[in-house]
Nanobody
């Protein structure tokens, strides 16, 4: 079973930027779909962005389009979520997840096979 570990969360001021990393225990990102989800206090977990290096297609939730980007991390087993222009509404626990398909990727949690435990992002002045 693939293990995922998120890192990079923290306290950021509105308008700031953050890079979250998702490290996999195996080399999966050449073919697997990666999805990023978040769960704000009192709300359900929501899918915000997903992509795959297999088909080079990315799907976004409207709330993050233009501000969130997924890219390769510093190692072959890591994928990063780069967040710009952070807003207080972005405060949440952020999770990465991996999927073997179907393609193109979807923002529905049920389509993902393995998950990290999350990292907290707090946007506040």
């Amino acid at each position: 079973q693939v293990q995922l570990v998120e890192s990079g969360g923290g306290l950021v001021q509105p308008g700031g930027s953050l890079r979250l990393s998702c490290a996999a225990s195996q080399q999966v990102w050449d073919t697997a779909i990666i999805g990023w989800f978040r769960q704000a206090p009192g709300k359900e977990r929501e899918g915000i962005i997903c992509t795959s290096e297999s088909d080079h297609r990315t799907s976004y939730d409207d709330s993050v389009k233009g501000r969130f980007t997924v890219r390769r991390g510093d190692s072959k087993n890591t994928m990063d979520l780069v967040i710009n222009d952070l807003k207080p509404d972005d405060t949440a626990v952020y999770y990465c997840a991996g999927s073997i398909g179907p393609y193109p990727c979807r923002l529905q949690a049920a389509t993902y096979d393995y998950w990290g435990r999350g990292t907290q992002v707090t946007v506040s002045s």
